[in-house]
């Protein structure tokens, strides 16, 4: 069945390091939203990529949307402590909607 | 004022039991969503109504029962409840139901089965 599978799934990086996580559809997404969930809180919307290779900035975050429209990344640059959560890819794949698997992001002071 | 609320935020309660959980979303959308999220934090949909109506019912134990009394509104019944039940529930809205909306969450309900 239909898989979002995000990689890594936990990653600890000194504060001011870089961080990536990377998400991957077994089937093409019509678009790719990504989700940031705090420890103890809720997903929070961070943004939408529809087209073929966007690519889009907030601040020190950089996502892309793949080629193929499979796949997705999230970059961010110089980590703060407050980038702590786990990061969620999402998307849609006809009717259907999938959250990506998520990675844990915990920046070390 | 809290745009998307659930009710309980915590539901502690014995094997067996039924209970329901509230949601409510004061945004004004159309389309509303019930999560499950497990132990290892992976999030999976369970429903979703748009204007009332059933669009998502993925494979769920038919123990769950979603009911819709208005759009602003969508409440989950759990009968016979296990310990597999146990996990955090999160209730989110959207505009409508085109697939370019964001979803907006709420705090979730964190039930525990005993």
């Known amino acids: 069945g239909q898989q979002v599978m995000q990689i890594p799934q936990y990653q600890h990086v000194q504060e001011g390091e870089d961080f990536t996580t990377y998400c991957n559809s077994s089937?093409?997404?019509?678009?790719i939203q990504w989700y940031k969930q705090r420890p103890g809180g809720h997903p929070v919307f961070l943004i939408q990529l529809v087209k073929s290779g966007e690519v889009k900035k907030q601040k020190r975050l950089t996502f892309q949307f793949g080629e193929a429209k499979k796949n997705s990344s999230l970059h961010i640059t110089a980590t703060q402590t407050t980038d702590v959560g786990t990061y969620f890819c999402a998307g849609w794949s006809g009717n259907q909607f999938y959250f990506g698997t998520g990675t844990s992001l915990t920046v070390i002071p | 004022d809290t745009a998307v609320s659930q009710t309980p935020k915590y539901l502690v309660t014995q094997m067996g039991n039924d209970k329901s959980i509230k949601c409510e979303q004061n945004l004004g959308h159309d389309t509303m969503y019930w999560y499950k999220q497990d132990s290892k934090k992976f999030l999976k949909i369970m429903f979703s109504y748009n204007n009332k109506e059933l669009i998502i019912n993925e494979t769920v134990p038919n123990r769950f029962s979603p009911k819709s009394p208005d759009k602003a509104h969508l409440n989950l019944h759990i009968n016979s409840l296990e310990l597999g039940d146990s996990a955090v529930y999160f209730c989110?809205?959207?505009?409508?139901?085109?697939?370019?909306?964001?979803?907006?969450f709420g705090d979730g309900t964190r039930l525990s089965i005993l």
């Open positions: 089937t093409t997404l019509s678009n």
């Open positions: 989110a809205s959207s505009q409508d139901i085109r697939n370019n909306q964001p979803q907006h």
